[in-house]
């Protein structure tokens, strides 16, 4: 087993998350995970149910004298985003990931850490693990898949789980509790392909890539200004196509629906005659890009090279609709609260673009705190479909979080923040989608909250978790249950 979190404090917390990034738990892939959890469990005597989908939920019962306090559910998700550079050798199936403490930091080298959501975790078997910290019931609640559409939550059995406060720990930001949070679906986007097999010997194929952005959270991060390589390939297609007779071969982008695409490659079918003209174009448009995003986005690379010819391409009909609905599919904030200075209100990301043998399928996660939105955003795409001969599908719709005015549990961490840390608790609304609206369906319409230390550039390789905001939130999630007699 890794040491490398040794000697860091909490000592349990990080003990436990090193033992974690021990463990494949990407997506789709909690087998070993949740049967870790349950052996940590059982290992301490403690209640433990594995439901049939594999979330695990943990009971602890209250220490002496919080018999007749609320009790309070823990909750957070232990899949991760796999994210890595392009060209590292990792395997997310199978590696465990190679973390390394920098100064007050944990990194690691070219992949996403799984901070988020593994600290919840790891925050929450500290305290499950402990045997004197005073405290009401506890019941932890781990859950699977939340990255790739909340499955895990969704498909929790209705009653399984009860208390009566729920403390989600899968927020981001030291100081701030988040007491609502945007809703969302993911969009699926399906264009047809019709394809061409009459490869003439004058055409030559060209493979263009869009590389080097930073990416980010698509709830987080939409507000940074950051670029999106598949949006930008649409852009730059269009751009070629004004001046060069082309034909897409093949197109892909992006990792996954809820991160901003970091790269996006397209094999495009041209005359011989036109090869100058679109690396011309190329280097004309990444001088371009590089003056919009010089601050936000600085180091975006786009080359062309030749490659041996394919064996079919897409039809006229079948380039100018993928182009189509690259150019006109929207991405980024579409509304801002007029609520809440500075809270994106709607948004989308186009996340994920595939090519099949049948069709190309763009992927995007909308999200808004205002339902009626959200579907509207919906219809827009739904029009761009009909125009663009394709089919729109919605998956893993789920609901916004809406702010209760009344919350116990809230003004009980904002005195105790006050107390232990001598400034104000700030109480905030997320523009990213979390379980809470959704565990309001499944255990009741209870006191909720949720927090979090410090995570920087979730969903990217950089990802990286401040050390000491995680000893500190944690102090403070345990100082709070601790008042909750």
Avoid at 145 to 155: H, K, N, Q, Y
Avoid at 168 to 189: F, H, K, P, Q
Avoid at 233 to 250: A, F, V
Avoid at 397 to 407: A, C
Wanted: charged fraction near 30%; glycine fraction near 8%; proline fraction near 3%.
């Amino acid at each position: 087993m890794s040491n490398v979190l040794k000697g860091l404090m909490p000592e349990k917390v990080f003990q436990f998350f090193e033992e974690l990034t021990q463990i494949p738990r990407g997506s789709g892939n909690e087998k070993g995970v949740s049967d870790y959890l349950v052996k940590f469990a059982k290992d301490r005597n403690l209640e433990v149910i594995q439901d049939d989908i594999l979330n695990v939920i943990i009971k602890k019962p209250a220490s002496k004298g919080y018999e007749k306090a609320p009790s309070v559910i823990l909750q957070g998700h232990c899949d991760i985003v796999c994210a890595k550079e392009e060209g590292l050798k990792f395997d997310f199936e199978k590696d465990p990931i190679d973390i390394y403490v920098d100064g007050d930091v944990i990194r690691t080298k070219g992949t996403t850490l799984g901070a988020d959501n593994g600290i919840a975790v790891a925050m929450s078997m500290a305290i499950l693990d402990s045997k004197d910290m005073m405290h009401p019931e506890i019941t932890a609640l781990v859950t699977i898949s939340e990255e790739t559409g909340m499955d895990g939550v969704l498909g929790l059995e209705k009653g399984l789980v009860k208390g009566d406060v729920l403390i989600n720990i899968d927020s981001e930001e030291e100081g701030t509790a988040l007491s609502s949070c945007a809703g969302g679906v993911d969009n699926i986007v399906k264009t047809p392909i019709i394809w061409n097999n009459d490869i003439s010997e004058n055409t030559e194929t060209l493979e263009i890539s869009i590389r080097g952005l930073l990416g980010g959270h698509s709830g987080m991060e939409i507000n940074k200004n950051r670029a999106n390589a598949i949006k930008l390939m649409g852009r730059l297609l269009e751009e070629m196509k004004k001046d060069i007779k082309l034909n897409i071969s093949d197109i892909n982008g992006g990792e996954k629906m809820n991160a901003i695409a970091k790269f996006a490659i397209a094999k495009i079918v041209m005359d011989k005659k036109d090869s100058e003209d679109a690396i011309v174009i190329l280097e004309k448009f990444e001088k371009i890009i590089n003056n919009e995003f010089k601050t936000s986005d600085p180091n975006i690379k786009v080359e062309g090279k030749k490659i041996t010819s394919v064996s079919k391409y897409m039809n006229d009909s079948t380039t100018k609709n993928i182009i189509d609905v690259l150019r006109l599919i929207p991405f980024g904030i579409q509304t801002m609260s007029a609520d809440i200075e500075g809270l994106v209100e709607s948004s989308l990301n186009i996340g994920v673009l595939t090519t099949d043998e049948n069709e190309v399928i763009f992927n995007s996660a909308v999200r808004s705190s205002v339902r009626s939105l959200k579907e509207e955003i919906n219809s827009r795409i739904q029009i761009i479909a009909d125009l663009t001969n394709s089919k729109m599908e919605l998956h893993a719709n789920y609901p916004e979080w809406e702010f209760k005015p009344v919350s116990d549990i809230r003004e009980k961490m904002k005195s105790v923040y006050k107390d232990m840390y001598g400034k104000s608790l700030k109480i905030d609304a997320i523009h990213a989608g979390l379980e809470c609206g959704l565990l309001k369906e499944k255990v009741g319409d209870i006191d909720m909250i949720s927090i979090g230390p410090n995570i920087y550039d979730v969903h990217t390789p950089n990802e990286h978790l401040s050390i000491s905001s995680t000893r500190r939130v944690y102090e403070f999630l345990c100082e709070v249950l601790k008042r909750m007699k």
